[in-house]
């Protein structure tokens, strides 16, 4: 039989020997932590590049990209018309019949092809349907025949009663 008295005293010795152990780990996690963390700042600040070196882009070249993203969206091919006013005062009409990064080229209605640079185009100006425009009409002609169908129906069902 265990006394009442060496069973407390076994508790007792149990949870000092729960606590040391609990207070052990925590000391070994924060060293852990600490290391990390030192270790994380020796490399990042190592790595760190200021931004205030980058150079920001003219107006000339953004206006340059904006004219060739217009081309890439209006796509290539004899379907899509364009109208190409140059910083030169010149148009060019018809379509683009290829484009590459620094140039494209539009052909007109007589077959005469013009290779213009990015650079020199002050305005784009196009006629493409976007693939959520061509969904649209098409969505659109769907609901449209199903009401007329259903209109149809309704007609001849009252006709009939």
């Given at each position: 039989m265990i006394r009442?008295?060496?069973l407390?005293?076994?508790i007792e010795h149990r949870g000092n020997i729960a606590h040391q152990t609990t207070s052990l780990v925590r000391q070994n996690m924060v060293k852990h932590i600490s290391?990390?963390?030192l270790i994380g700042s020796i490399f990042g600040f190592?790595?760190?590049v200021p931004t205030f070196t980058q150079t920001k882009p003219t107006k000339q070249e953004e206006k340059t990209t904006k004219v060739r993203e217009k081309i890439k969206k209006l796509g290539i091919g004899d379907r899509t018309r364009i109208k190409v006013k140059l910083y030169s005062g010149t148009t060019h009409q018809g379509y683009v019949s290829g484009a590459n990064d620094d140039d494209f080229v539009?052909?007109?209605q007589e077959g005469k092809s013009s290779?213009?640079?990015y650079a020199?185009?002050?305005t784009v100006g196009g006629k493409n349907l976007s693939t959520g425009a061509k969904v649209a009409i098409g969505v659109g002609i769907g609901v449209g025949?199903?009401?007329l169908a259903l209109y149809l129906i309704f007609v001849h069902i009252t006709r009939n009663n």
């Open positions: 009442q008295g060496n407390s005293r076994q290391t990390l963390f190592g790595t760190h539009v052909v007109d290779t213009l640079r020199d185009v002050d025949a199903t009401l």
